[in-house]
């Protein structure tokens, strides 16, 4: 499969992904997507990454923001005047790391890798 392939499946995941995000009552936003050479470099240098392999550098991985609904205590942003808060909670991304495995033997999700916990990462291989 071609890379332009691999990436027109990742984003057609992605889309479901998002579409999951809303129905369980989640906002998400987009973090990093492509990232250049020289960044990853300094992320392994930095120990941010463990690999100069990382799908980003094919935009074949993003980094989301979840924001789940908060009380008003602990609101860091409204939205249509509903009060959300920013997470990266494992357990808060959990469910949405697992819906993501499932659509594809291909899709791994950061917060199941074994020796570096990056929850907000969504990966296609």
Request: proline share 5%.
């Amino acid at each position: 499969m071609s890379l332009v392939q691999k990436q027109w499946e990742f984003i057609k995941n992605l889309k479901q992904l998002i579409d999951y995000v809303e129905k369980s009552g989640y906002i998400v936003t987009g973090g990093e997507l492509w990232r250049h050479p020289h960044i990853q470099e300094y992320y392994v240098k930095t120990g941010r990454s463990k690999t100069m392999h990382s799908q980003h550098l094919k935009r074949l991985a993003i980094d989301l923001n979840f924001f789940r609904p908060a009380t008003s205590n602990d609101a860091t942003v409204f939205i249509n005047g509903k009060p959300y808060v920013l997470t990266w909670d494992i357990s808060d991304i959990e469910p949405f790391g697992r819906f993501w495995e499932s659509l594809s033997p291909n899709n791994r999700w950061g917060g199941h890798f074994k020796t570096f916990k990056d929850v907000p990462h969504f990966e296609k291989l």
